[in-house]
């Protein structure tokens, strides 16, 4: 493990920057490149004697092997402090601003999933359903069963707020900060789970996955909130069956 450790440090050593080394401590942080690489390879089937057997072979198979081990975990875990930095840098934003994340039972909000009354900028923004649902001042509220895509949907808000700031309609910015979401997290596989789900799926989203043109798209949204996707076919029976069966296919239900 020393050996592999110091064959880490040789190899890696150029692409872990100084600064944040030392922000966490060096030892720390060798420790859990070094147990990363070494999980990542015993995960691949490599034992402990064959990967100190490729740290003194000349073979240059087994040492691009090797390599490779290393370069995965250097991958998985920047992806995994990206995340982290991401999630702390939306909620920090609403921290900042000064606003409140409530989580509100799913049948309370279930219509709109998310809403919000917040100050922005010294502009009051905030759709209708604000009234309705009676949201005070500077909170943003969540259905409960969101909790897990928070990440998500706060800065889908965020997004949101901002283009209704800078003058665009509800509709408008709702459709932008979908926009500015898609791009962000595009290819990550939670988001790409949340883009899936029936009640909040974008008209982009079943036009590329199913081509469904424009106006199945409005029967869809109209027709929300669903509690099953078999409700779909109970509130739009006009859908085809072969249609339907690929849209259970391909989308799920929060409910």
Known sequence: MVRFARWCWTFGGGSLAFGEICSVGMYWYCFVWVSMAWSTLMSS????????RAMST???VDKNRLEWGFKRCVYLFSRGRLQMREERGVKEKIKKLGY????VPHEV????NACYRVKYKGKLVFP???????????????SEKWKEFEEYILYHELREIKHRADG????QAHELASNDAERKYRGDPK???????????????????LGIDENLFEKIKENRPYH???ELLEKIPTIEKQLFEKIKEHFWCIN
């Open 168 to 171: 665009h309609s509800v509709e």
């Open 45 to 52: 089937g490599w034992s402990w004697r064959k990967i100190l």
């Open 58 to 60: 000349e073979d240059m």
């Open 109 to 112: 909000i279930e219509d709109y």
């Open 191 to 209: 988001h790409e789970s949340l883009r899936r789900e029936i009640n909040v799926a974008s008209k982009e989203t079943l036009a590329e996955l």
């Open 100 to 103: 409140r994340v409530v989580y």
């Open 228 to 230: 099953t996707m078999d």
């Open 128 to 142: 209708s359903a604000a009234d309705k649902l009676g949201i005070p001042l500077n909170e943003i509220w969540i």
